[in-house]
């Protein structure tokens, strides 16, 4: 929370109203703080669970991939909710979800149980992966957007990092009889108290002011707007955003195959698809097993996870700072290539007769920095820009399906993978992802960096489809 803080106020500096959008954006963020800690708590608990219901490997896949089921399912209806209730209302129904999972899952005495409540888990995750990010950029500033809808992945990965220190923090202080029994129900109980605050706070901020032009509320979104831009800027954004909305119409399936946002929306697909190959997730799901693999002690491992989340938050911080300088685009084609030179290693790693500890957590941490530095939150600050107002909690939907279908993937078999073919092979096969992500980064998908949401549509919509991608 204190890093969101100091960074997104270091976004905002001196602008109109940059205190009041400083807590707006950190209160919204929360929710990915949520999104990270329901995801991170399952690479602490795994080895308990595995233990204590007698679980198969591909059963223990299907309890860390659960999550990502109910997340397809949340992203499906979270734009649905979106554009019908309001970014506000749907974010509160997000909170709710979170709190009540939470105890389930803590309280869960048997394996189908607990599926249960990750799956109702990932609904929370998937309305709040989408539902965040989206409210952010549309009331953020165009020249400080991305470092803002940053803030969102910095709160995912303080999220994690926070899961992860609870999790080596029980594991260290408890017995192993204890931790097998109960601690493993702590790990998952204590994401109900940054759930409740999430649910309350949200009380306090507005609707975005782009969601209440389209309900025709257009004084209450002038009130919003001149509370974080300046008077003369607050009204031109007002007109741009009602000719956005005259420009494209509230007809989702008419409007969302038309040329130029049907290729927004395949390159929002593939881009979502794409975070995912990175390989990150199966690393963050597994860390403490892959640590363990290279001849990390059991509390070690949990203490080396750590660490990758110290890493994540740092470098999360380090994306807010340059995103908007460096721009989208190089930073995902440059990370791509490096996120694929560190697999590669990292497979090679694996395949040496005597696995060497501190190769294989430097290629770890190096492979999590190349991701918070680019994909991480460079994904979803281009997916919340490139739609239209009208039809982008939808559009998004689709996109972050996409997302979690693929997390999913990468959940389920990873560990089917791993004990099949070995680290080496499924590390390679994530780096060919990796490169493939960053040849069509390069030559297909946008620059959206300093441009105005309703500047992005316009190119969508006017731009013919050789110059889009260049």
């Not at 892959?290 to 989340?309: E, M, P, Q, R």
């Amino acid at each position: 929370m204190t890093e969101t803080s100091a960074a997104v106020s270091d976004a905002a500096d001196s602008k109109p109203g940059a205190g009041y959008i400083t807590v707006v954006v950190i209160i919204a963020s929360l929710g990915g703080l949520l999104f990270g800690y329901d995801t991170g708590v399952i690479s602490g608990a795994n080895g308990f669970l595995q233990t204590e219901f007698h679980m198969s490997t591909a059963m223990t896949g299907l309890v860390s991939s659960s999550i990502d089921l109910g997340a397809m399912l949340g992203v499906l209806i979270a734009g649905l909710l979106g554009d019908k209730l309001g970014r506000k209302k749907a974010l509160l129904i997000a909170g709710l979800t979170f709190i009540l999972c939470s105890m389930l899952t803590a309280f869960a005495n048997g394996v189908w149980v607990l599926v249960i409540g990750r799956f109702c888990g990932g609904i929370g995750i998937g309305l709040a992966s989408l539902l965040s990010p989206l409210y952010i950029a549309e009331i953020a500033p165009a020249k400080i957007r991305g470092r803002l809808v940053a803030s969102n992945q910095l709160a995912i990965v303080s999220g994690i990092f926070i899961v992860y220190f609870v999790n080596a923090a029980i594991v260290s202080t408890h017995t192993a009889a204890w931790n097998q029994t109960t601690g493993w129900r702590w790990m998952f109980g204590m994401g109900i108290i940054p759930g409740l605050i999430f649910f309350f706070l949200l009380f306090f901020v507005p609707e975005s002011p782009r969601y209440l032009v389209t309900r025709g509320n257009e004084q209450g979104a002038l009130s919003i707007l001149n509370r974080v831009r300046d008077r003369k800027s607050a009204q031109t954004e007002l007109q741009d955003i009602r000719a956005s909305i005259q420009e494209v119409p509230d007809s989702f399936w008419k409007e969302v195959f038309s040329p130029g946002i049907r290729k927004a929306l395949f390159i929002g697909v593939l881009l979502a698809v794409f975070q995912q190959f990175t390989g990150t997730n199966a690393v963050g799901y597994y860390a403490p097993m892959i640590f363990k693999a290279a001849g990390a002690g059991a509390n070690a491992s949990f203490y080396d996870t750590v660490i990758v989340g110290a890493i994540k938050v740092v470098f999360v911080i380090v994306l807010m700072l340059i995103v908007d300088r460096i721009g989208r685009k190089r930073l995902l084609v440059w990370n791509g290539w490096f996120m694929a030179l560190f697999l590669v290693v990292l497979g090679i790693a694996f395949a040496m007769p005597h696995m060497l500890t501190w190769l294989v957590l430097a290629l770890v941490f190096l492979h999590t920095i190349a991701y918070e530095l680019s994909w991480g939150g460079g994904v979803w600050i281009v997916l919340s820009e490139i739609y239209p107002t009208s039809i982008r909690g939808r559009a998004m939907s689709i996109a972050s399906f996409a997302l979690w279908f693929a997390t999913y993937l990468v959940a389920q078999f990873f560990p089917i993978l791993l004990k099949a073919i070995g680290g080496t092979w499924t590390f390679w096969i994530f780096a060919v992802f990796c490169i493939v992500m960053a040849v069509f980064m390069q030559r297909v998908a946008p620059e959206t960096s300093k441009k105005t949401m309703e500047r992005i549509q316009a190119d969508w919509l006017h731009q013919s489809d050789a110059s889009i991608g260049k």
